[in-house]
């Protein structure tokens, strides 16, 4: 009886798990001898729904891009996780609703707002590749035109949006150099920081944003939370499959061996296996490549070790404190130059690039910050009692309310106070190094299929590495899957479960299953 190929998954995230979710329900696991090992003491990877002040929240991946055909959508309908009958995080549109103060202590009319909104929206719809009119004047005042030349000639999402914006205020008038209207479209920009995990849009490779796909339809949060999608994925398999708390340290691979694949953990100990798929971050594997402790050995091929050097990773934070009162609005917080005026200098620098602060449902005592590169780095070294003082200080100096510093258990409506604080840090743990994956200026789609290629890479003309006799060599010893691995769905959980699938069916056509 010949022995079943031994696959091991690395990393209980939703692509790995997606994997193994078809693996194991195609064959109800009589093809495959199947593991999969985490190195964390939980599932779900960058999805890690959690409890704060008696609220559901989610510290990681929170929305589903759309309804319309994601898999995310589906998996969530069948495992009953889209309706609750407690609160959730973005339950309803506090953003619809959100009042604009600049710093200064004023509010700022709709009336001055909504004319760049309009634009930035419009920019970012051109850049994606939603508005092909390169002549079409875009915004509904009918302020900018001639947008040919911009949409062929800009390298970054950074010198589009200049340039947009540079259109706008010579066809206007309004919007010079520390202008409100300027310090309105940077508000907007550094929303898509968070968005793309780019620490500036400068950054953000232009030619790919069109690449990028979204599904159609609203998107929404999920009721029970984003890890109820994860347990529904990994219900099926049976108990001892998933095992956590296992730390690769060394793939060894490129043989000619009966079992090709050699994986050393921390433990020290030491498994052998047929194929191996890799769905750690790319925050880790461009962590490897910078390191002298190489996660593979022998190293990467020079292909993929380049696309995983272009390609960009970045940081994205969420903070969430727990205020004195209910109803507190939702504000969108417009920033002048830190040397525009020396009064406000004491609002940190590391608030001075955040959006919003907005109360996670309506009637919430919790609120939600986002924050991006530097800034969410920097997020991860401060005490409590630093980010209390810090966001009470911006919302002091920005709209004039009352604050209090510290930690109270009174009850006085008349002035806000921070009770609780959690943040999230992506960036400091070594199981991640990051949030998700942008196309950085320099790379292109072509590194994401690079990074999603398998190894060892199979020339029946020549010998290659370790194994000179090509009719030995085994294929497909290491494959690769995690969102920075889909060309036009990375950065998204759906782009996670695609490449899950996507190796998968590798495996699966490799053996002339019939799936």
Request: glycine share 10%; with cysteine.
């Amino acid at each position: 009886m010949l022995k079943k190929p031994r696959v091991v998954i690395i990393g209980a995230g939703m692509a790995g798990l997606t994997a193994a979710n078809k693996l194991y329900t195609h064959s109800n696991n009589t093809t495959f001898d199947l593991s999969v090992f985490e190195g964390g003491s939980r599932i779900g990877g960058r999805i890690n729904t959690f409890e704060f002040s008696s609220e559901r929240i989610e510290m990681g991946a929170t929305w589903i891009h759309g309804i319309g055909g994601s898999p995310v959508y589906k998996i969530a309908e069948e495992a009953g996780s889209l309706v609750s009958d407690e609160p959730w995080e973005c339950m309803d549109s506090t953003a619809d609703k959100a009042r604009t103060f600049a710093e200064g202590g004023f509010e700022v009319d709709p009336s001055v707002v909504e004319p760049v909104s309009g634009l930035f929206n419009a920019l970012m719809e051109l850049a994606q590749g939603k508005k092909k009119e390169k002549e079409k004047k875009i915004t509904q005042n009918d302020v900018v035109s001639g947008l040919g030349s911009i949409y062929e000639n800009a390298t970054s999402v950074g010198s589009f949006l200049k340039s947009g914006f540079d259109a706008y205020r010579d066809a206007t008038g309004n919007g010079g150099n520390g202008s409100l209207e300027e310090a309105i479209f940077t508000m907007f920009s550094n929303t898509q920081r968070t968005y793309t995990s780019a620490d500036d849009l400068w950054t953000l490779d232009y030619a790919a944003e069109s690449e990028y796909q979204m599904f159609p339809g609203e998107e929404i949060t999920i009721a029970k939370g984003y890890v109820s999608v994860i347990h529904h994925l990994a219900s099926v398999l049976p108990h001892g499959v998933i095992q956590l708390n296992r730390t690769v340290t060394k793939i060894e691979w490129e043989s000619c061996e009966e079992c090709p694949v050699r994986l050393h953990f921390s433990d020290g100990s030491v498994v052998f296996a047929d194929h191996v798929i890799v769905t750690v971050s790319l925050g880790v594997l461009k962590a490897g490549i910078e390191s002298d402790d190489e996660l593979f050995s022998p190293p990467l091929p020079e292909f993929k070790s380049d696309a995983i050097k272009r390609l960009g990773y970045g940081v994205v934070n969420k903070l969430f404190v727990e205020v004195s009162e209910r109803n507190f609005p939702s504000l969108q917080l417009v920033f002048g130059r830190e040397d525009s005026d020396s009064r406000f200098v004491k609002i940190p620098w590391w608030m001075r690039r955040t959006a919003t602060i907005a109360p996670i449902h309506s009637n919430s005592k919790v609120l939600l910050s986002w924050f991006a590169g530097k800034e969410a780095i920097e997020l991860e070294k401060l005490t409590d009692e630093e980010i209390i003082d810090g966001v009470l200080t911006t919302i002091s100096c920005l709209t004039g309310k009352q604050v209090k510093n510290g930690y109270v258990n009174g009850n006085d409506n008349e002035v806000l106070r921070i009770t609780k604080v959690l943040k999230s840090k992506w960036g400091g743990d070594p199981l991640f190094r990051g949030s998700y994956s942008y196309v950085a200026v320099g790379s292109s789609g072509d590194d994401l299929d690079a990074l999603a290629e398998p190894l060892p890479k199979i020339n029946k003309k020549s010998g290659q590495g370790k194994c000179h006799d090509q009719t030995k060599v085994h294929e497909l010893q290491v494959m690769f899957a995690g969102e920075a691995t889909h060309r036009t769905h990375y950065s998204t959980t759906h782009g996670a479960y695609y490449s899950g699938m996507r190796e998968a069916n590798r495996l699966l056509k490799h053996y002339k299953c019939d799936f």
